[in-house]
C-alpha cells in the first residue's frame, strides 16, 4: 500500500534529483554563500509546491464525494473563495512613500517568495494633494472651494485616475512662482509614486486601506467609549455603541435618526405591501 503512495511523488523525486546534482555539480560549486542561498530558495520552493501538489493528487481519488457539493468550496482542505490560500495570499502592505522602505519592503517579499501590493498611506496623498490646493485658492482659515477641489481629486485618486490628477494639476498652474512650487510638488509626488496609488484595485478586493489620522482617531474612539471600569458587551453590541457614539461625535445623530426612522416604518409597514407579497 506504502509503495502505491510513493507512485504519486515521481515528478517531485525527479526535481529532488535534479536539485541535488545541482548541489554536487559544478553549477553551484563557485557560488558565494548568499548567492548559494537565493539558488537554493528558488529550486526549494519549486520542490516544495511539486510535493504540495503531489499530495493533493493522492488525497483525490481518496476524498469520499458528496452528491452535493458545495459550490466553489472544500470542506476537507478549508480552501478560500479567492484565489489564494490563506498562507500564500497577497500582502497588502501600507507605507509612507519612503524610497528606502519601499526597497526594503520589495527585497523582503522577492525573499521570501510572497507577493505583496504596496500602498501609500492615503493621508499622504491628501497632504500633497493639499500643497496644490493652497497654490491655487486662498490660505488660512478653510476655504469651501479648496475643499471641494482637494475632495475631487482625492476620489479620482482612489478611483485610479493619479496620472489624470497630476495633469490636471500641472495644466492649471500658472508660471506664477507661488503657484507653480506648490503644483509641482504635488503633481511629482503623484507620477513618482503611482505604482504605489493603486487604490482602485485594492478597494474592488477588499483590501484595507487606512489613514494615520483615521487609525488614530479609532483608536481614541474605541479607548472613550470602552474602556469604561465595568463595561462587559459582546461583539455586536460593541459595534453598535461605537457606530453611535461616532454618529454622535461626528454632530450626526439628527440625520441619523431621521433616516433611522424611514428604515423603521419602511421594515414595519411598507415592506409589508409589495408586488410579489401579499399579506395573509
Known amino acids: 500500500m506504502l509503495s502505491d503512495c510513493w507512485a504519486w511523488f515521481e515528478r517531485s523525486e525527479e526535481l529532488f534529483g535534479a536539485l541535488r546534482a ?3 555539480g559544478v553549477e553551484t560549486a563557485s557560488l558565494t554563500h548568499s548567492d548559494l ?3 537554493l530558495e528558488g529550486r526549494g520552493r519549486e520542490l516544495l509546491c511539486s510535493l504540495f501538489q503531489d499530495s493533493l493528487d493522492l488525497r483525490a481519488p481518496r476524498e469520499v464525494r458528496l452528491a452535493e457539493p458545495p459550490v466553489g468550496v472544500d470542506r476537507a482542505l478549508n480552501l478560500p473563495v479567492g484565489l489564494h490560500s490563506h498562507h500564500r495570499r497577497t500582502w497588502v502592505v501600507l507605507v509612507d512613500g519612503n524610497n528606502t522602505q519601499l526597497d526594503a519592503i520589495t527585497a523582503e517579499a522577492a525573499r521570501c517568495g510572497v507577493t505583496v501590493h504596496i500602498l501609500v498611506d492615503f493621508i499622504h496623498v491628501l497632504e500633497y494633494l493639499w500643497k496644490a490646493g493652497w497654490s491655487f485658492f486662498a490660505t488660512g482659515d478653510p476655504d469651501p472651494d479648496a475643499e471641494v ?3 475631487d481629486k482625492a476620489r479620482k485618486v482612489l478611483a485610479g485616475k493619479t496620472s489624470d490628477v497630476a495633469t ?3 495644466r492649471r498652474a500658472t508660471y506664477n ?3 507653480r512650487k506648490g503644483a509641482d510638488t504635488a503633481a511629482d509626488y503623484l507620477d513618482a509614486k503611482a505604482p504605489f496609488l493603486d487604490y482602485a484595485t485594492a478597494l474592488a478586493a ?3 486601506i487606512a489613514t494615520g489620522v483615521i487609525e ?3 483608536r481614541h474612539l474605541v479607548k472613550d467609549r470602552m474602556d469604561i471600569t465595568g463595561a462587559r458587551r459582546g461583539l455586536d ?3 453598535a455603541v461605537l457606530t453611535l457614539h461616532a454618529v454622535i461625535t461626528n454632530g450626526d445623530f439628527d440625520d441619523y435618526w431621521q433616516f433611522h426612522l424611514a428604515q423603521e416604518r419602511h421594515r414595519n409597514h411598507h415592506s409589508q405591501y409589495t408586488d410579489n407579497h401579499i399579506p395573509p
Open 37 to 39: 542561498e537565493v539558488w
Open 206 to 208: 477588499g483590501w484595507p
Open 22 to 24: 545541482g548541489l554536487a
Open 149 to 151: 477641489w482637494v475632495t
Open 177 to 179: 512662482a507661488h503657484e
Open 216 to 218: 488614530g482617531a479609532c
Open 168 to 170: 490636471g494639476i500641472r
Open 237 to 239: 453590541g460593541a459595534e
